[in-house]
Each structure stands twice: as C-alpha cells, then as structure tokens.
C-alpha cells in the first residue's frame, strides 16, 4: 500500500462513502480550539498551555488506524484494501475505538518530554477515561498492525505542530488537565457542525479559522462586557441594605464567600452585586448561579435577566441561559456519526447535541442559570465532567440554599468549591441556615484558616481565601419579626378543614407535604370540599410536564407573589419542596408537615414575606404537623410514626426537631435562627437521650459516614469508570430511582422511519428515526415528565424517542379520560394523567410494583 496516495477519511457522506479527511477534521476541531482559547479571558491564561489548539487537533489521530478505517467498506473498495482487511481480520483483531488509540499514540510521542499525562486531555474526547495511561495488557491490541498507520499518524502530526505550533512544552496540573479536555471536546462539536464545516470536503487553513470564528458568533459563545453601575442602577432604584455593602466591600479578588442572613433579607442582589465588581474589574468573566430545584432555577433567571440587562456595555450582547431556554431559542446544531451503523460514533453525536439541547446549554453560556446538579456532575465520574468545568471555568459562582443539602451532596459541595477555586472562579454561597461547623467544613474547602472563624453573630459575611486568615464581617440584622407556632398531631381532616375555612376567608394558605403522592391526595380532597366560587385550590409538584409545570408555575408564583392582589377569592396551594426556598411568595397562613429545622425555616420564609396594607389574617401563623410519638417506644416504632416523611428525612433529625418546636409557641425571625438550628443538630453527651434515640442516631451516624465515602468515591474521576450524564446522577443519595416518561395524545406511523405524533400540550409533528432535528427535541423535551420506576411497565424505546432523548425513557399515550397506554410494554400501568394532579397512581388500578420504592425528596 502506498499510504502517500491515500486519503484517510474521519466521516462518512450520507450513502456510506468517504468524507472529509481525518487531516481536515482535525484542522478544522484546532482551529475551532484556537477561537474558543482566543475568547477566554486573561484570568485563564494560566490554565491554557501554548500548544493547546493542536493538542486538540489531535483529538482524531486514531483515526488513522485499521480498527476504525474498516468501518467504511466503500473505502476498502476504494483502496483495494478489502481482501487485506479481511485476510488480517481487521475487525476483530484492531482497536476501534478511535480516542484510545488517539491517546495511546500522543503518550509515546509526548513521553520523552515527560509531559505524556496530556494524552488523557484527548484521549477522553467522547467522554470515556481509559485511566492515566493505556494498560499495557492493551498494547497488542492498539499497536500498529500495519506500517502506514505510524508513518501516516507521525507526518499528521508533524503538519499540525506545523500549522498550530507545539505541544504542550509542561506536565498539567489537574485543574489545567481537565480544563483543556473540556476544551476539546467542545471544540470537536462545534468543529463537527456541518453547518459551518463541510462534511465532504476540507478547507485551508484561514477558511477554517474564518467558519471558526463565524460558527462562535452564531452559538453566542461569550460575548457581553459589564460596565461601572451603581446598585441603584441595577436593582429599580433600590439603595443596598447593610448585608449587601458588607459583601461588595470585600469582594475585590476572587475567593470564597459565604453569605448568611435571613430569608428575603436580599441575599440574591448581594450576590449579583458582588458579581457585578468581580466582572467589571474583570477577576472574572462570566456567571452561573446555581439554585436547589428546578422551580427555583426557572424563577431565578426572571431576577437575574433584568441585571445583565443593565449590567452589559452592550445590550446587543445579553444572552442568559437557563435550563429551559434551549426549549425556545433558535440556535441550530447539525451534528451526524462520523460513520453510518457506527454504536460510538452515534453516541458521541448524542452526547454533543446534549449540551446545545438539554439543561447543559446553561453550562457554557457566559451567563447562565440552573440546578447545582448540573454543577455538581463537574465533580464526579459522569461523562464528559470536564466539559462543566471548562464550562465553570472563571466564573462568579452562586451557591444558592447550601444548608439544603444532604451528607452525600453536601460532600460533593465542599468538592466543588476546591474545584472551582482551582479554575480560578469565585465562589458565593448563599444561606439562610448553615450550622457554624458546616461553615467551617466550607471555609477549610478555600483553604482558609477555619480556626479563625469562630463568630456566632448573624447575619454574617465570611471571606476565605488559600492560606489566609478568615474575614469575618457582623452585619446589621433586620428588624425582627414574630410568628406564632403550632407543633402538635393533626390528622389530614382538620388540617383542611383549617385551610378550607381559611382560604375560603380570603386568605392565601400553603399546605407543604413532604412527598408527592401525599401533595397529590390532599389536593384531590380539598378539591373535593372547597366552595369553587370563593377559593383557588392547585398542587405544585415535579411530577407533571415540563409545559404544564411552567404554566402552573408562572399562574401560582405570580398569584402568591409581591405584587399579589389582597382583594378577590382566596386561594390553598399544596406544594412540596419545590416552594419552601428561593422563591419569592407570600402566605398568611402555612401549614406544615414536620421536616428538619433548616427546611422549616425556610418554610417560614415564605409567611407574611412582605409589609401589606392590609391582609384577611390577623397574625403570622404556621402549623407544624408532628406524628404523636411513644416516649417508650422502639427505635423501629419511632421511625414508624414518621410515616412517610420518615423516608424522606432521618427519623432522628425529625425526633430532635419535633423536640425544638414543641417547647415553642413563637418564634423571632432572624434573631433566634442560630438559636434553633444549634439546638437541634448540636452533639449530645453519652446517655442524655432515651436509648431508642441513640438507635435512630447511631443510624445517620452510619449512614453519613457511608454517604460521604460513596461522595468522595464519586469524585475519584481518574480511578472511576464514567457513568452516564443523566440529570441527578451521582449528586443525590440514591433514592428512589426514577424515570423520564414522554406523554403523546396519539402517534401515527407514516412511513417505517417516520412517526406523526400529537403530543399532550397539543403540539403536531413528524419525527424520524434517523434525522434528529431541534424542533422535535424540544416538543419531546416539553411533554417529558420524571416519575418513580416501580410505577413505570418495561417498555422498549422506539427508534424516534432514542434519536431525540438522552438515557433510557419510556413513552406513553395519554387518553382523555386520563389513562396513560404504553405501547408495547411488558405490563399494565396505574399510571394516570390529569392537569390539575400531574401524573399519579389511579386508586381503581391494580398497582404493579416492577421494583422496590420509596417516595423522594422532591424537586
């Protein structure tokens, strides 16, 4: 063979022939890297090596190979290479996996240099890490077979270092090593978009540089200078309050802060505020505020949108990400396998078009908004977990709510934070409710002196940087006001007949249950015994679709919010966690079941939020629903009482609550936040509690321990094998697990490769087996709703709903009298539809249960 005469093809056309060339894809992928490196700000520099843009050309290098090049018999044909390949068995018996074979060859042509580690930043271009180094037992496999493959990898590298200039000349360090692996991943999917970049043929070096550059401006990517403002000039004239001035004075260079006050007392514009100087001074570039639950990310960017707005030198620029925003952008993406009936190849064009069309796109937006899930995966083994942090990368990052999190995700946050400081972001964390020793698990995160930090003064700001003492800066607490508490047994009825003859007074009553087949239940009986003409009655859960979600979201959000109506019916909402923080609504009345203190609070934050000139309530009161417990009773009868919520939270913790607000009648907000969170997660001396308590604490002792080891366990990315990049993955305790269900009203075959569905918001069109296209992923996406597995018959994916989802997702026909068929299941369903419900249970059904269940935190 005379490997000069050959052209090595990197992607297949559309009838299985050759097209661009390995030599011109890896051009192209370098060039985009060059772009995308010349957009990154001065606070990167020191985590983008010289040789970085051709370090990503040689992403494909593998390509030249007999285990990928015999997957296009038109090229063997073509080559005359036939008969060899299959004499040789090429097949079988060579790598194909291109990225392997791509790190394989950069680890021998690096290691003279010592700086082989590098390869790994290629090598894991598709999202699979093979490790530190290919194994040796591998070798056999990957080496050469033929002599062209060498002699055509080495002259491909030779013109890239040509064309691009050198390698990497320095070992990375991690933060840099991961960095530049996302790098090139992004770049590789930009550079594969046939919208700027031929599928059939190459371009020179400058043409290349030139899509490069236009492909950029058309996805947006970066973009949006801040200029001098004034707070008053960012938040409707607004003067700051003292917790907001405390934060923007010492936020001058990036760092860790750590922000704690009461809810509603303006943590967000301290954040944003403080953003704005880390920006205009430009520490750093860019801003991903991170929130709980997706209704509190869908909100949160309607207060962050009008700051940017204002904040941007250039309006033209302002583009804000948020999780939902794919659904209604026009960007394009044209991405196809580089060979047709290729599995990896297939895959990898899925997980590319994921990041422009799923909740991801939020992650490399200079601006962006979503769940601190998404962060979270930048930290643990799931594929493509550098892409996050190449998309975090210099960035102002706001925690929001860090108290809410469990043992297990609260690990995985203190990671984080070492994560992002270490690509030079800032990291702001804001809390209405952190335990003094959490704040120091926090600050020894930053690598401040934690054993400085001993003020107990709230609200508080605290500063930590590497190696520096800790600020600690007291703040002004806010005037003080006093609601009156209820913690006592209650059975459902009176509860709602509290609610009923409430709302039906005229007031606006919140009903927050713990899980959603209890917000369900209680929704279908206040439905059942309110009058329609005097009160409003609604449930807000996870559990209904994305289009449904968000309408009843902007309907209820708004009618509970500032700017409500204090005149007309009244109303009772039943919600679950989704509402208890970081939005903005405003009660009279709240009923509760028992949940940990801090989550209490929260709830709490959403009583009287705002002054009124008049309300149909005379006072701030909230209920707390606590099961009556045995004080002789086992630790098992204990957990018992629970119920439900036992499930949801830690008998214990629960216990120790209940404990708290018996002795209370009343409680001052903020001054006795510290007072009660101390009281209940404070350690207690050997043998002051009854024996049973002891059982119930040695078991979140146990559990804790166990929880914080699979955490870090999950952070161990070199040692780990990658998992799949599914929403949760990884950054909650393992629950209850769950599934993605799309709801369609009917779906007609046309032809074998084409479906013509009506989805349930009422929306028509074609899908296709083969032609992924943007308008059905968002029609997919908008009709998608999670709900528990056990509920959810095995059911194959036809080949429309593979093309246009991410992860294993079932599909079902939504009746009108409610009922949902799954076609070509493997068992019936209970599983029911309604607007108002959401998905749930039909009590008139047998109930499969195809795996073992509990109800999970909500959100």
Not at 312 to 318: P, R, V, Y
Not at 421 to 441: F, H
């Given at each position: 063979?005379?490997?000069?005469?050959?052209?090595?093809?990197?992607?297949?056309?559309?009838?299985?022939?050759?097209?661009?060339?390995?030599?011109?894809?890896?051009?192209?992928?370098?060039?985009v890297?060059?772009?995308?490196?010349?957009?990154?700000?001065?606070?990167l520099?020191?985590?983008?090596?010289?040789?970085?843009s051709?370090l990503?050309?040689?992403?494909?290098?593998?390509?030249?190979?007999?285990?990928?090049?015999?997957?296009?018999?038109?090229?063997?044909?073509?080559?005359?290479?036939?008969?060899?390949?299959?004499?040789?068995?090429?097949?079988?018996?060579?790598?194909?996996?291109?990225?392997?074979?791509?790190?394989?060859?950069?680890?021998?042509?690096?290691?003279?240099?010592?700086t082989?580690?590098?390869?790994?930043?290629?090598?894991?271009?598709?999202?699979?890490?093979?490790?530190?180094?290919?194994?040796?037992?591998?070798?056999?496999?990957?080496?050469?077979?033929?002599?062209w493959?060498?002699?055509?990898?080495?002259?491909?590298?030779?013109?890239?270092?040509?064309?691009?200039?050198?390698?990497?000349?320095?070992p990375?360090?991690?933060?840099?090593?991961?960095?530049?692996?996302?790098?090139?991943?992004?770049?590789?999917?930009?550079?594969?978009?046939?919208?700027?970049?031929?599928?059939?043929?190459?371009?020179?070096?400058?043409?290349?540089?030139?899509?490069?550059?236009?492909?950029?401006?058309?996805?947006?990517?970066?973009?949006?200078?801040?200029?001098?403002?004034?707070?008053?000039?960012?938040?409707?004239?607004?003067?700051?309050?003292?917790?907001?001035?405390?934060?923007?004075?010492?936020?001058?260079?990036?760092?860790?802060?750590?922000?704690?006050?009461?809810?509603?007392?303006g943590?967000t514009?301290?954040?944003?505020?403080?953003?704005?100087?880390?920006?205009?001074?430009?520490?750093?570039?860019?801003?991903?505020?991170?929130?709980?639950?997706?209704?509190?990310?869908?909100?949160?960017?309607?207060?962050?949108?009008?700051?940017?707005?204002?904040?941007?030198?250039?309006?033209?620029?302002?583009?804000?990400?948020?999780?939902?925003?794919?659904l209604?952008?026009?960007?394009?993406?044209?991405?196809?396998?580089?060979?047709i009936g290729?599995?990896?190849?297939?895959?990898?064009?899925?997980?590319?078009?994921?990041?422009?069309?799923?909740?991801?796109?939020?992650?490399?937006?200079?601006?962006?908004?979503?769940?601190?899930?998404?962060?979270?995966?930048?930290?643990?083994?799931?594929?493509?977990?550098?892409v996050?942090?190449?998309?975090?990368?210099?960035?102002?990052?706001?925690?929001?709510?860090?108290?809410?999190?469990?043992?297990?995700?609260?690990t995985?946050?203190?990671?984080?934070?070492?994560?992002?400081?270490?690509?030079r972001?800032?990291?702001i964390?804001?809390?209405?409710?952190?335990?003094k020793?959490?704040?120091?698990e926090?600050?020894?995160?930053?690598?401040?002196?934690?054993?400085?930090?001993?003020?107990?003064?709230?609200?508080?700001?605290?500063?930590?940087?590497?190696?520096?003492?800790?600020?600690e800066?007291?703040?002004?607490?806010?005037?003080?006001?006093?609601?009156?508490?209820?913690?006592?047994?209650?059975?459902?009825?009176?509860?709602?007949?509290?609610?009923?003859?409430?709302?039906?007074?005229?007031?606006?009553?919140?009903?927050?249950?713990?899980?959603?087949?209890?917000?369900?239940?209680?929704?279908?009986?206040?439905?059942?015994?309110?009058?329609?003409?005097?009160?409003?009655?609604?449930?807000?859960?996870?559990?209904?679709?994305?289009?449904?979600?968000?309408?009843?979201?902007?309907?209820?959000?708004?009618?509970?919010?500032?700017?409500?109506?204090?005149?007309?019916?009244?109303?009772?909402?039943?919600?679950?966690?989704?509402?208890?923080?970081?939005?903005?609504?405003d009660?009279?009345?709240?009923?509760?079941?028992?949940?940990?203190?801090?989550?209490?609070?929260?709830?709490?934050?959403?009583?009287?939020?705002?002054?009124?000139?008049?309300?149909?309530?005379?006072?701030?009161?909230?209920?707390?629903?606590?099961?009556?417990?045995?004080?002789?009773?086992?630790?098992?009868?204990?957990?018992?009482?629970?119920?439900?919520?036992?499930?949801?939270?830690?008998?214990?913790?629960?216990?120790?609550?209940?404990?708290?607000?018996?002795?209370?009648?009343?409680?001052?907000?903020?001054?006795?936040?510290?007072?009660?969170?101390?009281?209940?997660?404070?350690?207690?001396?050997?043998?002051?509690?009854?024996?049973?308590?002891?059982?119930?604490?040695?078991?979140?002792?146990?559990?804790?321990?166990?929880?914080?080891?699979?955490?870090?366990?999950?952070?161990?990315?070199?040692?780990?094998?990658?998992?799949?990049?599914?929403r949760?993955y990884?950054?909650?305790?393992?629950?209850?697990?769950?599934?993605?269900?799309?709801?369609?009203?009917?779906?007609?075959?046309?032809?074998?490769?084409?479906?013509?569905?009506?989805?349930?918001?009422?929306?028509?069109l074609?899908?296709?087996?083969?032609?992924?296209?943007?308008?059905?992923?968002?029609?997919?996406?908008?009709?998608?709703?999670?709900?528990?597995?056990?509920?959810?018959?095995?059911?194959?994916?036809?080949?429309?709903?593979?093309?246009?989802?991410?992860?294993?997702?079932?599909?079902?026909?939504?009746?009108?009298?409610?009922?949902?068929?799954?076609?070509?299941?493997?068992?019936?369903?209970?599983?029911?539809?309604?607007?108002?419900?959401?998905?749930h249970?039909?009590?008139?059904?047998?109930?499969?249960?195809?795996?073992?269940?509990?109800?999970?935190?909500?959100?």
């Amino acid at each position: 063979m005379h490997s000069a005469m050959i052209k090595f093809w990197a992607k297949t056309l559309s009838n299985g022939s050759p097209g661009i060339t390995v030599r011109d894809h890896c051009l192209n992928v370098g060039c985009v890297a060059e772009a995308l490196m010349a957009r990154s700000g001065k606070t990167l520099l020191d985590l983008i090596p010289q040789g970085s843009s051709t370090l990503a050309a040689l992403h494909d290098i593998g390509k030249i190979s007999t285990g990928f090049q015999s997957k296009c018999p038109v090229w063997l044909e073509q080559t005359g290479l036939s008969e060899v390949a299959l004499r040789e068995r090429w097949l079988e018996h060579s790598e194909s996996d291109h990225a392997k074979v791509s790190q394989y060859f950069l680890e021998r042509a690096l290691k003279p240099f010592g700086t082989q580690l590098w390869a790994v930043a290629a090598g894991v271009h598709h999202g699979r890490i093979f490790g530190r180094r290919i194994a040796e037992p591998e070798y056999a496999r990957i080496a050469e077979r033929e002599a062209w493959e060498k002699e055509e990898r080495e002259k491909l590298l030779a013109e890239l270092i040509y064309l691009l200039g050198p390698l990497p000349a320095q070992p990375p360090q991690e933060a840099g090593l991961w960095f530049v692996a996302g790098l090139i991943s992004v770049a590789d999917w930009i550079g594969s978009n046939e919208d700027f970049f031929p599928v059939d043929r190459g371009l020179t070096l400058e043409q290349s540089r030139e899509a490069a550059e236009k492909a950029l401006d058309q996805i947006h990517w970066l973009g949006g200078a801040v200029s001098p403002r004034a707070f008053g000039e960012l938040f409707d004239g607004y003067a700051p309050m003292p917790l907001q001035k405390a934060l923007h004075e010492h936020c001058q260079q990036p760092g860790l802060f750590i922000v704690e006050g009461p809810m509603g007392c303006g943590k967000t514009e301290a954040a944003l505020w403080a953003a704005h100087r880390l920006m205009e001074s430009e520490a750093n570039e860019g801003l991903y505020f991170a929130l709980p639950t997706q209704v509190t990310s869908n909100r949160i960017h309607q207060r962050v949108r009008p700051f940017l707005q204002v904040a941007l030198a250039d309006a033209s620029t302002f583009r804000l990400a948020h999780g939902a925003s794919w659904l209604e952008n026009d960007q394009t993406l044209v991405l196809q396998p580089s060979a047709i009936g290729d599995a990896s190849a297939s895959d990898h064009v899925r997980e590319g078009r994921s990041w422009f069309a799923s909740s991801k796109h939020a992650m490399l937006a200079r601006f962006g908004v979503g769940t601190v899930d998404q962060a979270l995966q930048g930290v643990v083994a799931v594929k493509h977990f550098f892409v996050r942090r190449f998309g975090l990368a210099g960035k102002v990052v706001i925690l929001d709510e860090v108290h809410s999190y469990d043992v297990y995700t609260g690990t995985l946050i203190t990671q984080l934070i070492k994560e992002l400081l270490a690509l030079r972001c800032s990291v702001i964390i804001l809390s209405a409710t952190l335990t003094k020793a959490r704040r120091q698990e926090l600050i020894a995160a930053a690598g401040g002196q934690a054993e400085t930090a001993a003020s107990l003064s709230y609200p508080l700001v605290t500063v930590a940087r590497e190696g520096e003492p800790v600020v600690e800066v007291p703040v002004e607490s806010p005037a003080s006001r006093q609601l009156k508490l209820k913690t006592t047994a209650l059975t459902e009825d009176k509860i709602l007949m509290e609610c009923i003859d409430r709302a039906e007074s005229g007031q606006h009553v919140l009903y927050l249950r713990n899980t959603v087949a209890e917000a369900q239940e209680t929704c279908r009986k206040a439905k059942a015994g309110v009058r329609d003409s005097l009160v409003e009655v609604a449930t807000l859960h996870s559990r209904f679709p994305f289009f449904r979600r968000q309408e009843l979201e902007n309907v209820w959000l708004e009618r509970l919010g500032k700017g409500r109506s204090d005149e007309g019916k009244g109303s009772l909402l039943i919600a679950t966690q989704v509402v208890e923080q970081s939005v903005d609504i405003d009660l009279d009345f709240i009923v509760s079941d028992l949940a940990p203190t801090d989550m209490l609070l929260q709830r709490m934050g959403r009583l009287w939020r705002h002054e009124r000139k008049s309300r149909k309530a005379s006072e701030p009161e909230f209920w707390i629903n606590a099961p009556a417990v045995n004080a002789e009773a086992g630790a098992k009868e204990l957990a018992r009482a629970f119920g439900k919520s036992g499930y949801v939270y830690a008998p214990y913790v629960l216990l120790r609550t209940a404990e708290v607000f018996a002795q209370r009648e009343t409680i001052s907000l903020p001054d006795q936040i510290r007072e009660v969170l101390e009281a209940t997660y404070a350690e207690r001396p050997e043998g002051e509690e009854p024996e049973a308590w002891t059982d119930l604490k040695a078991e979140v002792d146990a559990e804790r321990e166990k929880l914080a080891q699979e955490a870090e366990s999950a952070t161990r990315v070199l040692g780990r094998q990658s998992v799949d990049d599914k929403r949760e993955y990884l950054t909650r305790r393992a629950g209850a697990p769950t599934k993605d269900v799309v709801l369609v009203r009917s779906c007609e075959m046309i032809t074998r490769d084409q479906w013509h569905l009506t989805m349930l918001d009422g929306e028509s069109l074609t899908v296709s087996a083969f032609e992924w296209s943007m308008t059905a992923a968002r029609a997919v996406h908008r009709n998608l709703v999670r709900t528990p597995l056990y509920q959810v018959p095995p059911q194959d994916m036809p080949p429309w709903l593979k093309l246009h989802t991410h992860g294993l997702t079932s599909w079902a026909i939504a009746n009108h009298d409610g009922s949902l068929d799954f076609p070509d299941s493997q068992g019936p369903s209970a599983l029911a539809y309604d607007a108002a419900l959401g998905l749930h249970i039909r009590k008139d059904q047998p109930q499969p249960r195809y795996t073992e269940d509990d109800d999970e935190f909500d959100y």
